[in-house]
């Protein structure tokens, strides 16, 4: 978990740095927060039982289409984008606290999970993903005689 929390905070320095280095002054210039589209981080729990890890989020507002859930080596991410309606000015707004745009988390998995079993659902707005673990198996060894 650290190291994603490193990763961050490095990608916001990095991010911080690009705007810096811009010169407002310039004609040429562009407006910062067209050019650098910050993606939100997605809320999750992650838990276990005997046989799976469950991740479970609330993602009310977006369509499973607008979803994409990639698994690779011991790493899950899910991606997507909730669309904010247009109808109301910025001005208009008395609060504004819902996130809006892309979202993305990647999660380390503790335990070796079997991905071709691999579900996940949406019901009243809350994205299901499950994992089966992998079993574990014994290799059986061969004994060979010298001769």
Request: charged share 40%; aromatic share 0%.
């Given at each position: 978990m650290l190291k994603k929390k490193n990763k961050k905070i490095i990608e916001e320095a990095e991010l911080e740095e690009a705007r810096k280095g811009m010169d407002v002054d310039d004609d040429t210039a562009t407006d910062s927060s067209n050019d650098f589209e910050e993606e939100g981080q997605l809320s999750v729990d992650v838990y276990q039982d005997k046989d799976n890890i469950y991740i479970k989020s609330t993602i009310a507002?977006?369509?499973?289409?607008d979803l994409d859930i990639t698994f690779d080596n011991d790493m899950i991410t899910i991606r997507g984008k909730r669309q904010q309606d247009k109808s109301a000015r910025p001005e208009d707004y008395f609060y504004q606290e819902c996130y809006w745009g892309s979202f993305s988390r990647?999660?380390?998995l503790?335990?070796?999970v079997d991905e071709d079993r691999i579900?996940?659902?949406v019901k009243n707005g809350i994205l299901t993903v499950i994992l089966p673990k992998?079993?574990?198996r014994g290799i059986?060894?061969?004994?060979e005689d010298e001769e």
């Open positions: 507002g977006v369509e499973p289409d990647s999660i380390i503790p335990v070796d579900e996940a659902t992998a079993k574990k059986n060894i061969k004994r």
